[in-house]
C-alpha cells in the first residue's frame, strides 16, 4: 500500500513484478519508473534492489539503491522528439538519407528518396560496410572515396560541425551511375549521411561545355567576320575574319565600340537594334553599314545581329 503512494499509477505493474523478482532471489537489475512526491509532482527513479537472506535461505529484507534521474529522462525525451522530427524531415526531403549508430555503422534507416534513387533498401545496405562495395565497385576508387569521407567525417566530428560536402560517382543498383554531393551530421549518437544527386546537373554542365566548344570553333573558323558584344555596344570577343576586315589585329577590336569605326551617319543602325532588342521589340535584324578600314577606305559591310 505504500508502494502505491509512491509509485505513478502507470509504473505499478512494472515495478511488482520486478519486485516479485527480488523477493524470488533474482536480481531486481535497473527499473526505471515514475514517482510521486508528496505534493504530487511526477518524478523518474532508476532502482536496483536485491533480497537479503539468512544462512538458512529465510528472507530477511532488500537491499535497495536508487538515483533520480528525472533530469536524463527529459533529455532523451527532447532528443527522442528531435529525432523524430528529423526522421519525418527527411522522409519528406529531396536529398537521399542513410542513418547508421554506433561505431560498426549498423544502418537504421535510409528515407524513399534513398531508395529510388540508388535501388538499395536496408536489406541490401545493413551497414556501411556493405554499402561501399555496392556504391563504388572500382577499389582504388573506393580506396579513394573512404579515405577522403572518413577524414572529413572526422573533422566534423571533432569539429562538432557539419562535414565539407564531397562529391562522388555512386554505382546504383542496376548498374547506372549518379553524380551525388554527400553531406554528413551527428544527432544523439547517430549519423547522417545525406546525398544531393547532382546527375542532371553535371550532364547539363557537359552539354553546356560541348555547346560552347562547337561554338568556339565555329566562331573560330568562320569565313564571315563574327564578334560578339555587350549591351553596352563593346565588343568583347572577336575573331580572326572579323579583325582581318577591318585591318586591325583581334585584340585591338576587343574593347571597341562598335561604332568606333563606323561611319558617323550610319553610327544609330546598330544602336537602334540594340536598343530594340533589350526592350523585347526584336531579336535579330539584318542591315547594311559602312565602316572604316584601318588604311583608311570605305567598307561596306552587310550585318546580321542577333540577341544572344
Not at 527513479?45 to 529465510?58: F, K, N, R, T, Y
Not at 541490401?124 to 576508387?141: H, M, R
Not at 558584344?229 to 585584340?251: C, H, P, W
Not at 578600314?293 to 552587310?302: F, L, S
Amino acid at each position: 500500500d505504500f508502494l502505491r503512494t509512491l509509485i505513478a499509477p502507470e509504473d505499478y505493474d512494472l515495478v511488482a513484478r520486478n519486485f516479485q523478482a527480488a523477493m524470488r532471489g533474482e536480481s531486481g537489475g535497473n527499473v526505471e519508473f515514475q514517482c510521486v512526491r508528496r505534493s504530487g509532482e511526477k518524478f523518474w527513479l532508476s532502482v536496483s534492489w536485491l533480497a537479503i537472506s539468512d544462512h538458512e535461505g529465510h528472507s530477511l529484507g532488500f537491499r535497495t539503491s536508487g538515483v533520480d534521474i528525472t533530469r536524463r529522462k527529459k533529455v532523451e525525451a527532447e532528443l527522442e522528439n528531435a529525432l523524430v522530427q528529423f526522421r519525418a524531415m527527411a522522409e519528406n526531403s529531396p536529398l537521399a538519407v542513410y542513418q547508421t549508430v554506433g561505431a560498426e555503422q549498423k544502418a537504421e534507416y535510409l528515407n524513399s528518396k534513398f531508395v529510388r534513387t540508388f535501388g538499395y533498401t536496408l536489406e541490401d545496405v545493413p551497414s556501411a560496410a556493405e554499402w561501399w562495395p555496392l556504391a563504388y565497385p572500382d577499389a582504388d576508387y573506393r580506396k579513394q572515396i573512404m579515405e577522403e569521407w572518413e577524414a572529413r567525417v572526422g573533422q566534423a566530428i571533432a569539429n562538432n560541425s557539419e562535414i565539407v560536402p564531397l562529391e562522388a560517382v555512386v554505382t546504383c543498383k542496376d548498374g547506372s551511375q549518379r553524380n551525388i554531393q554527400w553531406g554528413f551530421n551527428s544527432l544523439g549518437g547517430k549519423n547522417w549521411a545525406y546525398g544531393l544527386d547532382l546527375t542532371e546537373h553535371r550532364r547539363a554542365e557537359a552539354r553546356i561545355r560541348e555547346s560552347e566548344e562547337k561554338f568556339r570553333l565555329a566562331f573560330s573558323n568562320a569565313n564571315i567576320g563574327m564578334c560578339l558584344v555587350d549591351l553596352q555596344g563593346r565588343i568583347f570577343q572577336t575573331n580572326e575574319k572579323m579583325a582581318s576586315i577591318f585591318g586591325y589585329g583581334m585584340s585591338e577590336l576587343e574593347g571597341m565600340s562598335v561604332n568606333d569605326l563606323a561611319i558617323a551617319e550610319d553610327s544609330e543602325l546598330s544602336l537602334n537594334f540594340m536598343r530594340g532588342a533589350v526592350d523585347g521589340h526584336r531579336d535579330s535584324a539584318r542591315f547594311e553599314k559602312r565602316y572604316r578600314h584601318r588604311q583608311g577606305h570605305v567598307i561596306y559591310g552587310e550585318i546580321w545581329s542577333s540577341l544572344v
